[in-house]
C-alpha cells in the first residue's frame, strides 16, 4: 500500500509560497479569530502560525472567550477586516455550541477579499460557476496530493463520504472538474458500500474514528482520509482502519500527516494569493 505523504507535498508547495512570499514588498498576514478553548482547535492554530512563519507571513491572533455573543464576534471580525496588517483571516471552526453561533451567517461576516479559508458565499460562489479565486483548503490540497503522485482522475470513479461545506461538496465539485465520475455518500445514504466498493478513488471525510475497513473498498482503491481523532490511547487515527487496508487497496493517505498538513499549505497559498491581488 503506497503512503500518500502530505508532508512530502506539503513541503515541496511550501517552498515555493516561500520564494513568491520573499519578492513581495510587504510579509503577507494571516489572521485567526479563535473563540473558545477547545484543545484541538487550539493544536490547529498552533500549527498554522508555525507555518506561517515558516514561509516568512505573519500572524495575527484574535482569541475570545467562549461565553461571547455574535454581536462580539462581528466586532472582531470588523477588526480583521479592517486591520491592514492583516491579508486574510479565517474564525476556527467549529464554533462553541450552542451560544447562537451560526456558521454561515458569520462567514458571511469576512470581507471576500480576507476569505482565506474560501468558505464565504462569494467564493464558494466563484469555485461553483467555474470561476474559481479561492477554494477551500482541504478539498484542494487533496486534489494536490492526488496531482503530486499523479493518480489518474479523469473518467475514473469517485466517492466523496461527507456533504460538508467545507470538505463533500466542494470536494466533489473539484474531483468533477478534473472528469471524474463522482458520487456523494452522507449519513442517510442506503447501502453505502454498494457505492464504495465501485469507486477508484474514496475521499472520507465522515468524522468518524476508524470505521470503514477492507469491506468498503475495491481491490486496488485510492483512499484519502481525511478524518483526525484522538483515541483513548492518545493516539491520531482518521476514518479507515489503517491495518485492515493493506495489502487490499492501493494508496491511503496518512493520518497524521496525509490531509492535515495540506489543508494547512493551501490556506498559506490563499493567503498568498490574496497578498499578489490574484484572490
Ligand atoms: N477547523 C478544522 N479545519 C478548519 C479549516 O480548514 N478552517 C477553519 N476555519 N476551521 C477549521
Known sequence: MRCLDGKEVSSVIRRQIKEQVQKLDHPPGLGVILVGEDPASQVYVRNKFKACKAVGMKSIEIKLPATICPDDLKAAMTDMNENPDVTAY??????????????????????????????TVESLGHLFAGVPKVIPCTPHGVMKILEHYKIPVEGRRAVVIGRSQIVGYPMAHLLTDANATVTICHSRTQNLYSHTREADIVVVAAGQPQFLGKDAFKKGAVVVDVGIHRMDNGQLCGDVDVEDLKGHIEALTPVPGGVGPMTITMLLQNTLKLAQGRG
Open 90 to 119: 479565517l474564525v476556527q471552526l467549529p464554533l462553541p455550541r450552542g451560544k447562537g453561533f451560526e456558521t454561515q451567517q458569520v462567514m458571511s461576516w469576512i470581507a471576500p477579499y480576507k476569505d482565506a479559508d474560501g468558505l
